[in-house]
């Protein structure tokens, strides 16, 4: 199963888009694993994630965690900031999935 790993501030404003992401994946009878997390968790979670999304308030760190990520051949890519301030669930899936391809 693919595990999307969703990262910003404090973990609780990528609650909703992460539940609107499941809902999506639910439709398409996707078998993903999706979760949200602190950035600060950044470290413990990417080596059991596929795709780490960061959220538009802390695409300052996308550098730094991309080079984290790159021994482990994990991708770190910013959400888009209108898809995650609208809380479009399914623009967000769509992301995640083409970057996984």
Known sequence: MQRIVLCCAA?????MLVQKMKTEAQKRALEIEIEAVPVADFERVV????IVLLG???KYEHARLSA???????????IDML???????????DKA?????
């Open 11 to 15: 973990g609780m404003s990528t609650s």
């Open 47 to 50: 080596g059991e994630a596929d």
């Open 56 to 58: 538009p308030q802390v």
């Open 68 to 78: 984290l990520a790159a021994p482990l051949g994990k991708t770190v890519e910013v």
């Open 83 to 93: 898809d995650y301030g609208t809380l479009r669930g399914d623009k967000v899936l």
């Open 97 to 101: 999935l083409g970057l996984l391809a």
